[in-house]
T-cell receptor, first 113, second 110 residues
Framework: EDKVVQSPLSLVVHEGDTVTLNCSYE??????LLWYKQEKKAPTFLFML????IEKKSGRLSSILDKKELFSILNITATQTGDSAVYLC?????????????FGDGTTLTVKP | EPEVTQTPSHQVTQMGQEVILRCVPI?????FYWYRQILGQKVEFLVS????????KSEIFDDQFSVERPDGSNFTLKIRSTKLEDSAMYFC????????FGPGTRLTVL
């Protein structure tokens, strides 16, 4: 059975701090790993990672995948209160064209002013 | 910017009733998905759909569930006989490369 484990489950920081969120996985026929941000509604896409060691960056957020050790990290630098959300990690398996995603429980990030 | 839309935003139904949740994926997307999220729990994959047929389905997606693409734009999820435990937020998603989620339909089964 495919499995995605995120840690920590929750995190409280102050504005300006840097945070690292972790995602480890076990999946058959790995295709990609995705990070999403969820703020009380639908998940919004952050990153899609398919290759090991290549950092993806968007503003203060960055992410990297290690396919040998089966994990990914999401970094957020200079956190702001608007970064408060649940961060979801999902892994896509490539059994068929459309595939199948397995989500982790999420990390709830709270950024205090 | 194109987006995935879902209707209704909230559906309340009685146990045992049939519900149809509707989604309009982004127009040039080829792969379509339904997920559910029970309040306070993780997002769970239900089914993926490509080329007018189901690609993958989870254990949750039993005979009570069905999906259809009745025309070129809509993508529907039908629950034949709702149970209390079907109460959840149902998200539709579509993709070419990365998945875009719709805003969700909150289903409440009484």
């Amino acid at each position: 059975e495919d499995k995605v484990v995120q840690s920590p489950l929750s995190l409280v920081v102050h504005e300006g701090d840097t945070v690292t969120l972790n995602c480890s996985y076990e999946v058959t026929n790995f295709r990609s790993l995705l990070w999403y941000k969820q703020e009380k509604k639908a998940p919004t896409f952050l990153f899609m990672l398919t290759s090991s060691g290549i950092e993806k960056k968007s503003g203060r957020l960055s992410s990297i995948l290690d396919k040998k050790e089966l994990f990914s990290i999401l970094n957020i630098t200079a956190t702001q209160t608007g970064d408060s959300a649940v961060y979801l990690c999902a892994v896509e398996a490539d059994n068929t064209n459309a595939g199948k995603s397995t989500f982790g429980d999420g990390t709830t990030l709270t950024v205090k002013p | 910017e194109p987006e995935v839309t879902q209707t209704p935003s909230h559906q309340v139904t009685q146990m045992g009733q049939e519900v149809i949740l509707r989604c309009v994926p982004i127009s040039n997307h080829l792969y379509f998905y339904w997920y559910r999220q029970i309040l306070g729990q993780k997002v769970e994959f239900l089914v993926s759909f490509y080329n007018n047929e189901i690609s993958e389905k989870s254990e949750i997606f039993d005979d009570q569930f069905s999906v259809e693409r009745p025309d070129g734009s809509n993508f529907t999820l039908k629950i034949r006989s709702t149970k209390l435990e079907d109460s959840a937020m149902y998200f539709c998603a579509s993709r070419v490369y990365e998945q875009f989620f719709g805003p969700g339909t909150r289903l409440t089964v009484l």
